[in-house]
């Protein structure tokens, strides 16, 4: 068994150093998407509550387009159509534009849904005792959204992460893309896919487990909020 | 801009978009096919049925689409299973989505009260016709607008195909990119395709929610 086995360890192990570096650029490209689409989420979210219609119609127009259009339309059009424009930011560069685009979209419902689930007496309640209302938002309204948004947003990160691995059609030197690479010379397609596979899905399942997590702890306290009148 | 390269191609964008939707609604069907008998396996007591539906929705939901892809068109060749690239493609998008359809299948199973299937159980009728005539029209209702909703996803997930050589309107589109070098139009172009096939099926899912609003 050692020896049918070793030629395929063989081969992982050199490839490892290839596939460490392509793990963490999958990271680096998730985390900078994620913060960069979660702030101006919740701050586009927020927006919609004092502005009038056209924010709104302008966000639903942004939505339709970003969470109707294949993700890998949109990375070809930041990698291939931008540089046209102007506009060349390189592969990592119109990966990280093109899944901030489509993550904000969804972002965006998810803080819009989390800002809904607030009852509006909160917001009343708070001016009705002169907080202002940026503080109002951060003391009152944001630690409830953030118990209502947890497990949508888990849900979501994780198909985000998954999702990274499209980066490899612009020539991103992520997971997929170094697979590709390696099948070129190795001729092992089985054995890379399957251990890029589980690359992924290791990073997928500790969002899973975390979603499951928030799921049970936020259930409670989210029961609670709804019983109020 | 310029979109003469568009219009002169009509046909081929024509053609690519016929392929994603077939390639999406035969995908949408398998997965639904498959999803059905697991998601009914996973909540089964013998833990030799439950186990192996558990982890199968397990790895489709932790491993990114385009992985399945690759593995059923680049890897499956090594231990001798040769696919075409449509049915690689198929197979791989299938594998993919059935992983959610099973839970959302599972979710609209376990909204019927256990009292339909004691009642079922004690009126003498078999499990499968119970399942048949009785559970499964109530649990449509859960059932039907998420799985209508992942069959826009369907439609969005099939441009990866194009990454194993199918060409559906992304390949097509990209084939066309690479000797016209016209990106800015084409890219344009396929998006609004996309999105008008997702208005079309948006609409044939509101449609679909009414029918079964009644049960």
């Known amino acids: ?133 940026p503080s109002a938002l951060r003391r009152i309204v944001l630690p409830q959204v953030v118990r209502i948004v947890a497990t949508p947003w888990i849900t979501y990160a994780t198909g985000s992460i998954k999702r990274i691995s499209i980066a490899s059609a612009v020539a991103v030197t992520e997971i997929m893309q170094v697979t590709k690479q390696a099948i070129a010379f190795s001729h092992q397609p089985f054995t890379l896919i399957l251990f890029a596979s589980a690359l992924y899905a290791t990073m997928a399942s500790i969002l899973m487990i975390a979603e499951i997590i928030a799921a049970r702890r936020f259930k409670q306290r989210f029961g609670l909020s709804t019983e109020l009148p | 801009m310029n979109f003469d390269v568009v219009f002169d191609n009509l046909d081929l964008f024509w053609r690519g978009a016929v392929s994603t939707f077939t390639i999406a609604f035969v995908t949408s069907v398998l997965s639904v096919a498959a999803a059905l008998p697991l998601a009914v396996m996973r909540d089964m007591r013998s833990p030799f049925l439950s186990w192996p539906a558990a982890a199968f929705s397990w790895v489709s939901r932790a491993t990114p689409a385009l992985a399945l892809l690759f593995f059923a068109y680049y890897g499956l060749p090594g231990i001798g299973i040769y ?95 690479s000797f016209t070098y016209k990106p800015f139009e084409i890219l344009i172009t396929v998006a609004a395709i996309y999105l008008a096939i997702n208005s079309a099926l948006i609409s044939f899912q509101h449609y679909l929610e009414r029918r079964f609003r009644f049960g």
């Open chain 2, 83 to 177: 696919l075409a690239p449509v049915p690689a493609a198929i197979l791989g998008l299938s594998l993919s989505a059935a992983g959610y359809n099973m839970e959302f299948i599972r979710a609209g199973l376990q909204a019927v009260p256990r009292t339909q299937y004691d009642a079922a159980r004690a009126l003498g009728i078999p499990y499968r016709a119970a399942l048949r005539r009785i559970i499964i029209p109530q649990a449509m209702r859960v059932i039907v607008p998420p799985l209508a909703s992942n069959l826009t996803l369907v439609i969005k997930g099939s441009a990866l195909a194009s990454l194993v050589a199918v060409s559906e309107l992304t390949g097509e589109a990209m084939a066309l990119i």
């Open chain 1, 1 to 133: 068994m050692d020896e049918a086995l070793s030629p395929t360890m063989d081969m992982i192990i050199s490839l490892w150093p290839r596939f460490l570096d392509a793990t963490l650029l999958t990271l680096a490209i998730f985390v900078i998407v994620s913060v960069m689409s979660t702030t101006i989420g919740l701050l586009a979210a927020l927006a919609t509550i004092g502005a009038g219609r056209w924010l709104s119609m302008v966000l639903a127009a942004y939505g339709w387009v970003f969470r109707g259009v294949p993700e890998l339309v949109i990375l070809l059009f930041c990698y291939l159509a931008l540089p046209q424009l102007g506009l060349d930011l390189g592969p990592v560069g119109a990966a990280v534009l093109g899944f901030t685009l489509i993550s904000t979209a969804y972002e965006i419902e998810i803080f819009k849904a989390g800002l809904a689930g607030v009852h509006r007496g909160q917001f009343e309640a708070a001016r009705a005792l002169g907080i202002p209302l």
